[in-house]
């Protein structure tokens, strides 16, 4: 498969096109078994790089402050 082909729709590179964007959620950290040990606010960027061969997940978050 070409590279322009795995552009197309339903294609892996198709897929990781999709991903691209900012994010932001909440990281969760269990250190034991039903004793959430850190809840903090996490943000995150995708970004294609190399015209859209690889996907580049950047992220920032903390645990206890």
Do not use: C
Not at 1 to 30: D, V, Y
């Amino acid at each position: 498969m070409s590279f322009e082909n795995s552009k197309q729709t339903g294609s892996p590179h198709h897929f990781l096109a999709q991903l691209a964007g900012r994010w932001t959620g909440t990281s969760r950290l269990w250190l034991e078994p039903d004793a959430l040990t850190d809840e903090s606010p996490v943000v995150g960027s995708i970004q294609l790089v190399l015209d859209g061969r690889f996907a580049l997940y950047l992220y920032q978050g903390s645990i206890e402050g």
